[in-house]
């Protein structure tokens, strides 16, 4: 994701990053984003971690997809 804006004095910003998920693979998932600010002008890699929590009866899942509102 590239965060840009055509104003220098105001800062582009993520507020609000959600997830949406099938009841069948878990039943609740927790995310955070790593470092939570980067430096102006500064490329910064961002680490997204999801922990899902299932019943045990199912098989998981190996693929996220992020969808960018736009």
């Given amino acids: 994701m590239i965060l840009s804006t055509e104003d220098p004095q105001v800062a582009p910003v993520v ?3 959600s997830i949406e998920f ?16 980067a430096r102006l002008n500064a490329e910064t890699r961002f680490t997204y971690t999801l922990w899902p929590e299932s019943n045990g009866e199912d ?12």
């Avoid at 009841?23 to 790593?34: H, K, L, M, N, S």
């Fill in 15 to 17: 507020d609000v990053l």
């Fill in 22 to 37: 099938t009841d069948a693979f878990v039943q609740t998932a927790r995310g955070r984003i790593w470092p939570p600010e």
């Fill in 59 to 70: 098989g998981g899942f190996d693929r996220l997809r992020f969808k960018v509102a736009g």
